[in-house]
């Protein structure tokens, strides 16, 4: 197994009082991570799965006359796949308010919260993480950073979900497999989600317009569909850990656009996979499009294991001018523009300067992009 940065985060949140949840995209390693985290405690945890029938049929069921004779003297529950129970909020918040003994983890994929079914139940009562495919800081703990480097213009094409990273030669018949319905099919479980061809329809021009600006309005005329619709499957691709979206970023310029927004994908290979291209990047005519995209999603993962609480965004003014990157934290501005050829020349706009004099810039290359990615975001 590869060590994932959650491990140690999540193992020390255990018996602290809170029910702990794991939640992330499909074939990311979230049952891999849970059973590390109960290994030394397997004699005393109680394992159930959401594919199991019979558990699916009697857990919504426990009540406070049946939960003693279910756990026995376990002291962690550990719920695979949470989200195919019924109601499973509910029960999970049953067992908490009732054994407070117990240690509950639980994970869960998108539909987890999509289908509002813990959010109310156990508020103020959860720890939630994420975990998302693989990060450069996880991989060079596993590979080493020289043999990470070696392999950026392999993540840059393959990205970076567990089973791609460990099963080399068959990164297109395992992308094929993972960007088809299998990655949102939980999307497709839901009643409001009626279109299944209208969503790789977005898909697709998504990842055609990565690194530019989205109109909803364009977006829509493209796939053929009303404006709310889009913003409504955006919103659950988003949430199904399919895509993000970045916001603009405006305070005191009156040119800079104020509601804009860019959208990238979590993971170059599903990116790439959407497209059907997978040319190496000496053969691409789209090189910038994936370098900000696999660099903004691994600064997104480095973030958020990290515990960020500051706020991210691009920036542009209607008249062109523009930063691919901006972070903001504690009152402080960092500006990055992404440049995959380290000889061009490139300088913080003059207005943008002026309007924010204490902004700090860093130009991110190939010759120094490892220390994007791993550096500090607190410093």
């Not at 590869?2 to 939640?23: D, H, M, N, S, T």
């Not at 069921?61 to 550990?78: A, E, H, Q, V």
């Not at 703990?141 to 970076?160: K, Q």
């Not at 913080?348 to 550096?375: M, R, S």
């Amino acid at each position: 197994m590869i060590p994932r940065a959650l491990f140690p985060i999540i193992r020390e949140q255990f018996f602290k009082g809170k029910i702990i949840l794991v939640y992330g995209p499909r074939q990311t390693g979230k049952t891999t991570l849970s059973q590390s985290l109960i290994a030394d405690n397997a004699h005393s945890t109680l394992s159930i799965t959401g594919d199991d029938p019979l558990a699916a049929d009697f857990f919504p069921r426990i009540n406070t006359f049946t939960m003693d004779s279910f756990l026995g003297d376990k002291k962690i529950l550990f719920i695979d796949e949470a989200q195919r129970f019924d109601n499973p909020g509910l029960t999970i918040k049953l067992i908490a308010d009732r054994r407070k003994d117990i240690q509950i983890l639980a994970t869960g994929s998108s539909s987890f919260e999509l289908l509002n079914r813990t959010a109310e139940s156990l508020t103020g009562r959860k720890s939630e993480f994420t975990l998302f495919p693989l990060s450069f800081a996880e991989l060079c703990g596993h590979s080493g950073m020289l043999g990470e480097i070696g392999s950026l213009t392999t993540r840059m094409i393959f990205g970076a979900y567990p089973e791609i990273i460990t099963t080399p030669g068959r990164e297109k018949i395992l992308l094929t497999q993972l960007s088809g319905s299998y990655l949102y099919k939980d999307l497709l479980m839901l009643d409001n989600i009626k279109k299944p061809v209208l969503l790789d329809k977005i898909l697709k021009a998504l990842s055609l317009q990565v690194g530019s600006e989205v109109s909803y309005n364009e977006l829509s005329q493209t796939v053929g569909a009303d404006k709310e619709t889009v913003e409504k499957y955006i919103d659950l691709l988003e949430k199904s850990f399919v895509i993000f979206r970045l916001p603009a970023f405006s305070r005191n310029i009156r040119n800079e656009i104020k509601r804009g927004r860019k959208i990238y994908f979590l993971d170059n290979g599903i990116r790439n996979a959407v497209i059907g291209d997978y040319r190496p990047v000496e053969a691409r005519n789209d090189l910038g499009a994936l370098w900000e995209n696999y660099l903004i999603s691994e600064r997104f993962k480095a973030l958020s294991y990290s515990g960020f609480y500051g706020a991210r965004y691009f920036w542009r003014t209607v008249g062109q001018q523009e930063i691919d990157y901006i972070e903001e934290i504690d009152g402080k501005i960092h500006a990055f523009e992404f440049k995959w050829n380290s000889r061009k020349k490139c300088r913080l706009p003059e207005n943008f300067k002026q309007a924010y004099p204490d902004c700090d810039f860093t130009v991110v290359t190939p010759h120094n992009y490892q220390e994007f990615l791993t550096v500090n975001p607190f410093i």
